[in-house]
């Protein structure tokens, strides 16, 4: 809409020596145009022949998209975590039991009551410290378990299940068998 004597440009064919009447008219022109030509989202919904309307309601849908996702990821960032601070208690919990069970422990220091060893008739002895017994003769036995004691620091085991007591020089075969390695002679047959 153009005011009597205006130019297309706003410009209002006034003298300029009163240059406040001129400054005062051009501002009512310009207002008057730019409130026929809105702009924003009610110039969009005016002039919607252009699908201005559409345009809009995909602009709302990616931003409930934009809102839904960042929601969604604010949920799983708490969720996250709760679940690390759950793991951090029960890992100060683990923590404090265990320090507390080995303060505990301790406190209380284990003590063997038998003396180291043992003499018994005969002439043999019981070492309660290694549990070996052995024989006036020489013949040690594991205390425990009454097999024959063999110094596990003489033994050289073999590829094939064999082993060789160094401190007797018997080589025990898979199968028992018993050679002395110095003669080459059968020691015995164990079946």
């Not at 205390?143 to 025990?172: E, R």
């Amino acid at each position: 809409m153009l005011i009597a004597g205006a130019t297309p440009y706003g410009a209002v064919g006034v003298s300029s020596s009163s240059s406040t009447t001129s400054s005062w008219m051009n501002s009512a022109i310009t207002a008057i145009q730019q409130s026929q030509n809105q702009g924003g989202i009610m110039g969009l919904l005016q002039d919607d022949a252009s699908g201005s309307l559409g345009q809009i309601t995909s602009f709302a849908n990616d931003f409930a998209t934009i809102a839904t996702t960042s929601v969604t990821s604010a949920g799983s960032f708490y969720a996250q975590l709760a679940s690390q601070n759950s793991q951090d208690q029960q890992a100060q919990a683990l923590q404090k039991a265990f320090d507390e069970m080995t303060q505990t422990q301790n406190m209380v220091q284990a003590q063997n009551v038998a003396p180291p060893i043992i003499f018994l008739g005969g002439g043999a002895t019981l070492d309660t410290t290694n549990n070996i017994l052995t024989e006036s003769d020489g013949t040690q036995y594991d205390a425990l378990t009454g097999a024959k004691y063999v110094n596990p620091a003489d033994l050289i085991q073999m590829a094939n299940g064999s082993y060789l007591n160094t401190a007797t020089n018997i080589l025990t075969l898979t199968d028992g068998t018993q050679i002395d390695t110095v003669t080459g002679l059968k020691v015995s047959t164990t079946a």
